[in-house]
């Protein structure tokens, strides 16, 4: 190569056009160059090519999603809750809806022609203008700016004094658990209450499992639950079966009689009637004859696996303590990793267990009681009138009893039970209806008994303002409205816009507090925040519900459970289906005429539940999600007139959010 030559090197033009020269004087090091117009030509059409075939991908990738999204929309059914009623508070998001359309109308045919946008100071009777048109919107922003805007900023203002109080309380609550964590507070076990030695020191516990058509996990928690370590001779089991399912009933039969046979002290109870749900059973459970031989009570819903050593690490907390009536343990999720939402569930309750109910438990003595994984002194439960099926939250309703009678809790973080989160949004919705909407019964039966009750004034104020009131009620409360309906009219009534720090600086420091018992799920941060104010709907049509008596607020819908630890594990299906069939062995083995019976009763069942699971299940559309959706996207689109930065992006990502949700693209999805 001659020596004053310059070497040009073009690269793969679908990678991106690459010119580099090379000149031997200057030592090999590139050398700025201008380009001939040949070159510059043809690096500027591959430049072209490569953003032609960007569009290109985004123009495919977008018409997919929109194919999906109407392919969804098509064979999707409206959900059970939503075909039933459709209430009051659809009706005034759909009006809120239309109003912000033809809001958003008007300001961009102001905007357009030139109209002055900022708040009219002045009448409009008093200014010429060139048409009615521009006087109407004139006089609608004179109007507005009088009467419409303060309205709305009395009401945003007294959302904002409940969402900063709320705040404050959980603000209060992690200082509490940093401060248990500082100094390793946490409660102890007297080291005298048992002779490991001697069973008879060992306290006679009654162990119930309360199941309704737990199908996928009635096996997993029987096994569990069997293998505690307890002495046999001062241990029970109670199957409490509510199914309405003669096959399941049949397994359920087999499952106990084969723990049975090995030595395990375990019988099966099944309700002919089945009335007050889960409180009904217990109840009917509690009233045999051999309970009163049993001086504690160990509950675990269908799909809790406990550890063997749970009785040993919950019960020696009762030893030396004749005033403590509840010991609770945690939860933890086999199943928390499976898609989105068990991801964004597993942040919500770990918070829960491990500030609130820890600090409620250190500091107070109370917190509620979650219904499973807990251990009762059986004391306790009589002196505070047994279950009640008055709501759809007994656990809860046993524990403001008991508390209202003197009676302590103690809640020990480090002992925990496995279970299962619910894996789809239906099942899931269902779940926090019933949670929200229970609460708010609950409040309105038992305040005339917390306000005549002999227990202090602060056990009452905290009882009936931080218990009820602030995590109950206002909560929902201030969540939807503020989030979901006054921020976005305020696009359309700017004299009421809120400030920064109200939709942003301090909703994502409350999020980083909840997500701190949880470090492993800080890039789900913004998400989760999204996703609790889309949950705030459900939350606050079941809170008003429930306070008002209306609609389905006395539903009791046993949340479905899959059976799996994720979407791939198939093992856990291949065993039950293989467990079904050795019962079928098992039964038709059974020469009786019983036998005989209720083999011809299982296959009828069999061939049932067969026929059923042809049956296509659909994903469901929520429309009051979708309603809210479409509201919050045209506030945001009204937002960019106003050139509003992180109102524009909190309304654009909620309103997308809301749209995933309504559509029910997040949680199992079903092909």
């Known amino acids: 190569m001659a020596p004053n030559t310059v070497t040009a090197k073009v690269e ?285 009570v160990a509950i675990f ?87 009640l099926d008055r709501t759809t939250v007994e656990d809860m309703d046993i524990a403001v009893r008991a508390h209202l009678n003197g009676w302590k809790f103690i809640y020990v973080d480090h002992v925990r039970a496995l279970c299962e989160l619910p894996a789809s949004y239906e099942a899931y919705k269902k779940q926090q209806h019933r949670w929200h909407s229970g609460p708010m019964q609950l409040f309105r039966l038992c305040l005339p008994a917390v306000i005549r009750s002999k227990i202090s004034i602060w056990k009452k104020a905290n009882l009936i303002f931080l218990f009820f009131l602030l995590r109950k009620l206002i909560l929902p409360f201030y969540s939807f409205t503020l989030f979901c309906i006054i921020l976005p009219l305020t696009m359309f009534i700017p004299e009421a816009e809120l400030p920064n720090w109200v939709i942003c600086y301090i909703p994502v420091f409350m999020s980083f507090l909840n997500i701190l018992p949880a470090p492993k799920s800080f890039p789900f941060l913004v998400p989760y925040l999204l996703f609790e104010n889309t949950m705030s709907v459900t939350k606050f049509n079941a809170m008003v519900s429930g306070l008002f008596q209306l609609g389905n607020a006395y539903e009791w819908v046993v949340t479905k459970k899959t059976g799996r630890a994720s979407e791939s594990d198939l093992l856990a299906v291949a065993e039950r289906e293989t467990k079904a069939m050795m019962t079928q062995e098992k039964i038709q083995r059974r020469s009786s005429d019983s036998g005989l019976q209720n083999l011809g009763k299982f296959q009828k069942q069999e061939i049932t539940t067969l026929g059923t699971s042809k049956i296509k299940k659909r994903n469901s559309l929520y429309r009051k999600e979708l309603a809210l959706a479409f509201l919050l996207l045209i506030a945001a689109a009204r937002s960019l007139l106003s050139k509003q930065g992180v109102h524009f992006y909190f309304l654009l990502f909620q309103g997308l959010s809301f749209l995933i949700v309504g559509l029910d693209l997040i949680g199992e999805q079903v092909s």
């Open 12 to 296: 793969n033009p679908r990678a991106g056009f690459t010119v580099q020269l090379n000149d031997p004087k200057a030592g090999g090091k590139r050398k700025s160059s201008p380009l001939s117009i040949k070159q510059s030509t043809l690096f500027l059409i591959l430049k072209l090519q490569k953003v032609l075939s960007l569009l290109k991908w985004v123009s495919m990738a977008s018409k997919s999603k929109l194919r999906s999204m109407r392919k969804r929309v098509k064979m999707s059914q409206i959900s059970e809750e939503e075909g039933r009623s459709r209430g009051k508070l659809y009706r005034f998001i759909r009006a809120c809806l239309l109003i912000s359309i033809i809001g958003l109308i008007i300001e961009m045919i102001a905007h357009f022609k030139k109209w002055d946008l900022i708040i009219i100071t002045y009448n409009p009777w008093d200014v010429q203008v060139p048409n009615l048109w521009q006087w109407s919107y004139m006089a609608w922003m004179s109007f507005r700016a009088d009467y419409v805007a303060p309205l709305l900023v009395m009401l945003s203002k007294f959302c904002i004094v409940l969402f900063l109080i709320q705040s404050l309380d959980r603000f209060v609550l992690c200082v509490g658990c940093f401060w248990m964590k500082y100094k390793k507070l946490k409660p102890k076990i007297n080291e005298e209450a048992s002779d490991v030695e001697d069973p008879c020191t060992f306290p006679r516990v009654l162990v119930q499992i309360p199941m309704c058509n737990e199908r996928e996990v009635y096996d997993t928690s029987i096994g569990a639950v069997c293998q505690l370590d307890w002495p046999k001779d001062r241990l029970l089991i109670q199957v409490l079966d509510d199914s309405d399912d003669e096959s399941l009933q049949l397994l359920i039969k087999d499952e106990v009689n084969s723990w049975s046979e090995n030595g395990v002290n375990i019988i099966y109870r099944h309700r002919f009637i089945r009335t007050g749900y889960k409180a009904g059973n217990l109840k009917s459970a509690m009233s045999c004859d051999y309970v009163q031989n049993y001086e504690f």
């Open 301 to 387: 819903d269908a799909d809790f696996q406990p550890n063997p050593d749970f009785l040993k690490l919950t019960v020696p907390h009762f030893k030396g303590n004749p005033e403590v009536g509840l010991v609770q343990a945690r939860w933890t999720f086999v199943n928390k990793d499976e898609n989105l939402l068990t991801r964004l569930q597993n942040i919500n309750l770990c918070f829960h267990f491990e500030v609130e109910q820890q600090v409620n438990g250190w500091y107070l003595n109370f917190f509620g009681f979650n219904g499973t994984a807990g251990v009762w002194r059986i004391k306790a439960l009589e002196d505070s009138g047994g279950w």
